[in-house]
């Protein structure tokens, strides 16, 4: 079985300081990993994905993630908060099967103060 | 114009009714989606079709049933409405058959309120 842990459900930064949220996994199979970033009152977007090429992977809007499988990790960084970021930020691993199944983490809502 | 949409944005109702909730997708996908948010913004799949086949089928009460007339549709029905249903319900779409790599582009959303 396939499941995702984000350490820190609410993490809160100053505008312009570093964001990092954290996300494990455990995954029997290699793992597709992904972020999204959910809005207020709005559905999810794909932040960015891990599909086994670079383990280093940037994405929209500043953010970058690195996945690291010594230490089953995908955390998602960005070198200078906005007060934009604040949202809620999904971690998803994809299922083993070939359905294309998600299974999300809980959650980290990012705070950001001016 | 939109990737996935969703009909209707919100969704006020009384216990024990049945509501439908549609789903559209016009990026040519073979598979959709349907999850649940609670409370909590925790996201749980409940069902995906692939080509009109149901695929995925998690433990979901059987009040819920999901069609999917074609491969860019599907819609959500929920017989005799429960105040535990009131949650956000989002629809997405991926291209699984091609060995993709499995990512989803979701909908707006359906705010479900049970009263």
């Known amino acids: 079985a396939q499941s995702v842990t984000q350490l820190g459900s609410h993490v809160s930064v100053s505008e312009g300081a570093l964001v990092l949220l954290r996300c494990n996994y455990s995954?029997?199979?290699?793992?597709?990993l992904f972020w999204y970033v959910q809005y207020p009152n709005q559905g999810l977007q794909l932040l960015l994905k891990?599909?086994?090429?670079?383990?280093l992977v940037k994405g929209i809007n500043g953010f970058e993630a690195e996945f690291k499988k010594s230490e089953t990790s995908f955390h998602l960084t960005k070198p200078s908060a906005h007060m934009s970021d604040a949202a809620e930020y999904f971690c998803?691993?994809?299922?083993?099967?070939?359905?294309?199944?998600?299974?999300f983490g809980q959650g980290t809502t990012l705070q950001v103060k001016p | 114009d939109t990737a996935v949409s969703q009909t209707p944005k919100y969704l006020v109702t009384q216990m024990g009714n049945d509501k439908s909730i549609k789903c559209e997708q016009n990026?040519?996908?073979?598979?959709m989606y349907w999850y649940k948010q609670d409370s909590k913004k925790f996201l749980k799949i409940m069902f995906s079709?692939?080509?009109?086949?149901?695929?995925i089928n998690e433990t979901v009460p059987n009040r819920f049933s999901p069609k999917s007339p074609d491969k860019a549709h599907l819609n959500l029905h929920i017989n005799s409405l429960e105040l535990g249903d009131s949650a956000v319900y989002f629809c997405?779409?991926?291209?699984?058959?091609?060995?993709?790599?499995?990512?989803?582009?979701f909908g707006p959303g359906t705010r479900l309120t049970v009263t």
């Open positions: 997405a779409s991926s291209q699984v058959s091609s060995g993709a790599n499995y990512e989803q582009y």
């Open positions: 995954s029997s199979v290699p793992p597709y």
């Open positions: 891990y599909t086994s090429a670079a383990t």
């Open positions: 998803a691993v994809s299922g083993s099967s070939n359905t294309g199944k998600l299974i």
């Open positions: 990026l040519g996908h073979d598979t």
């Open positions: 079709y692939n080509n009109k086949e149901l695929i």
